[in-house]
């Protein structure tokens, strides 16, 4: 089965500009996961959907940050504006169903903000 | 709230040669513990888990882990080491499996192999 899509895979940016990223899960994984992961440091949980509807945004700048995942399949991370510690890789991930623990990762968008 | 300590951001070891990376975790629930492995240029894949049962866990490709909930550890370990083993390793926990489980990593640490 095809794995976790994502793309642009690189991006570069000046600052205040805006930038959309793009993840497509895994086919018929209800849970998709957006995680951003600053240089020498582990995947921090920005967001969580299942299907739809958003479970966990606590972690998620709002004030600069927004995502969607309509229809439940596909889904778009936007920053707007950009800040330089934006500069980041961020990381989509889906998970099957209520029953699965195992999450599936995209390679990663590598951001850089400038 | 859980977290995640990696107590070593790099390791280097010779081919052939025993490894252990260690991981600390803090939780006031149970716990789910997983390692992740990122080889360059890829995305995370999981190595293996602990979810419950027993306390040593191993992958198919010969690391294992032992949870030990008195002394809140979950490290990795392998015997001998090969290159194709260089790679970053994470830790992460997790108070639930399903439904709306999250993940919280640790740092990470970069595993280097030299021949």
């Known amino acids: 089965e095809a794995g976790v899509a994502q793309s642009p895979r690189y991006k570069i940016i000046e600052k205040r500009q805006s930038v959309a990223f793009w993840c497509n899960p895994i086919?018929?994984?209800?849970?998709l996961y957006w995680y951003q992961q600053i240089l020498g440091q582990g995947p921090k949980l920005l967001i969580q959907?299942?299907?739809?509807?958003?479970?966990?945004d606590s972690q998620l700048p709002k004030d600069r940050f927004s995502a969607e995942r309509l229809k439940g399949v596909d889904s778009t991370l936007k920053i707007q504006p950009a800040k330089l510690e934006d500069s980041a890789v961020y990381l989509c991930?889906?998970?099957?169903?209520?029953?699965?623990?195992?999450?599936?990762f995209g390679p990663g968008t590598r951001l850089t903000v400038t | 709230a859980q977290s995640v300590t990696q107590l070593d951001s790099q390791v280097p070891v010779f081919e052939e040669a025993p490894v252990e990376l260690r991981c600390n975790y803090s939780?006031?629930?149970?716990?789910?513990l997983f390692w992740y492995v990122q080889y360059p240029n890829q995305g995370l894949q999981l190595l293996l888990k602990y979810l419950s049962g027993s306390t040593l866990v191993e992958s198919i490709n010969g690391f294992e882990a032992e949870f030990n909930k008195s002394q809140t550890s979950f490290h990795l370990r392998k015997p001998s080491v090969h290159i194709s083993d260089t790679a970053e390793y994470f830790c992460?926990?997790?108070?639930?499996?399903?439904?709306?489980?999250?993940?919280?990593f640790g740092q990470g640490t970069r595993l280097t192999i030299n021949p």
């Open positions: 086919s018929g994984h209800a849970t």
């Open positions: 939780s006031s629930v149970s716990v789910y």
């Open positions: 991930a889906s998970r099957s169903g209520t029953g699965e623990y195992e999450q599936y």
């Open positions: 959907f299942q299907n739809n509807g958003v479970v966990d």
């Open positions: 992460a926990v997790s108070d639930l499996v399903g439904g709306a489980q999250k993940l919280v």
